[in-house]
């Protein structure tokens, strides 16, 4: 079956770097986006990044971000290690939230269940 596990969640000072990583199976990960959303206490979840596939030829997909993370985040991807990894970097006390991975196969949403990101000084 289809299994997302998120790692790489921590406390961070303001202005650090984490990165995230996703490990997918029972499903062909080169062939499917994958999105890293995220969900502060309080509020809805939110789209962070997405990354696409070149029809799992390479590694690199087309990219997608919320405004709030352009040019800090970096979302990337290795089809061979069935990973996908978010890069954070400049964190803000704002990113504090937990991270999900997700991918939909087959019409069906999948989802890891979380990691746990907090920015604080």
């Known amino acids: 079956q289809v299994q997302l596990v998120e790692s790489g969640g921590g406390l961070v000072q303001p202005g650090g770097s984490l990165r995230l990583s996703c490990a997918a199976s029972?499903?062909?990960?080169?062939?499917?986006?994958m999105t890293w959303y995220r969900q502060a206490p309080g509020k809805e979840r939110e789209l962070v990044a997405t990354?696409?596939?070149?029809?799992?030829?390479?590694?690199?997909?087309?990219?997608n971000y919320a405004d709030s993370v352009k040019g800090r985040f970096t979302i990337s991807r290795d089809n061979g290690k069935k990973t996908v990894y978010l890069q954070m970097n400049n964190l803000k006390p704002d990113d504090t939230a937990v991270y999900y991975c997700?991918?939909?196969?087959?019409?069906?949403?999948?989802w890891g269940k979380g990691t746990l990101v907090t920015v604080s000084s």
């Open positions: 990354i696409t596939t070149l029809g799992g030829i390479t590694d690199y997909g087309s990219t």
């Open positions: 029972g499903f062909t990960f080169s062939s499917y986006p």
């Open positions: 997700h991918a939909r196969v087959f019409l069906v949403d999948y």
